[in-house]
T-cell receptor
């Protein structure tokens, strides 16, 4: 199956700061998603972005499929943005691995 | 609210026991997936069903089994439970078998004592 690497593993920022989270894939994917897991354990679907750029409020994401990476941008961070951010991809060659997750970026926004 | 419903939210049981986790997918979604999240293994894909049939199998133990019923709800059965099975179990659903976004339920937190 594919390997998904996320960086950085941990990030501590002050409220109002901007951040960029990165996700690299070992092979091509045809389903790429970003999730936010909040402190209560809920997995919130942020973006479905196999390619291109999308924006939703203070969050935006860009996937460059040919170079096998995706970026998540968070602007003007708020304390409610704290949690773990996961990217996940599904190998475009098929297979039985389902949506493969990275280990996540643990983000802490301090007031 | 993702539209995916999982019950129960919490489950505490003893080693050697058997439990059943239940999932109702979003309306219109035909695919159901089960994932396990533990501290040391991260989010691991267990199994996928599409329209009642098993479509993909990941790191699912032989002690675990799942099925999808004609009304498209799914159940994950965990038997001969061990301490290491303690984890957060997620169900997700999607419209198609591949190439469509997954939407996750709130999970069932299983504690084996």
């Amino acid at each position: 199956g594919i390997q998904v690497e996320q960086s950085p593993p941990d990030l501590i920022l002050q409220e109002g700061a901007n951040s960029t989270l990165r996700c690299n894939f070992s092979d091509s994917v045809n389903n790429l998603q970003w999730f936010h897991q909040n402190p209560w354990g809920q997995l919130i679907n942020l973006f479905y972005i196999p390619s291109g750029t999308k924006q939703n409020g203070r969050l935006s994401a860009t996937t460059v499929a040919t170079e096998r990476y995706s970026l998540l941008y968070i602007s003007s961070s708020q304390t409610t943005d704290s949690g773990v951010y996961f990217c996940a991809g599904w190998y475009s060659g098929g297979g039985a691995d389902g949506l493969t997750f990275g280990k996540g970026t643990h983000l802490i926004i301090q007031p | 609210d993702s539209g995916v419903t999982q019950t129960p939210k919490h489950l505490i049981t003893a080693t050697g026991q058997r439990v059943t986790l239940r999932c109702s997918p979003r309306s219109g979604d035909l695919s159901v997936y089960w994932y396990q999240q533990s501290l040391d293994q991260g989010l691991q894909f267990l199994i996928q069903y599409y329209n009642g049939e098993e479509r993909a199998k990941g790191n699912i133990l032989e002690r675990f089994s799942a099925q999808q019923f004609p009304d498209l709800h799914s159940e994950l059965n965990l038997s001969s439970l061990e301490l290491g099975d303690s984890a957060l179990y997620f169900c997700a659903s999607s419209v198609r078998r591949t190439g469509s976004p997954l939407h996750f339920g709130n999970g069932t937190r299983l504690t084996v004592t």
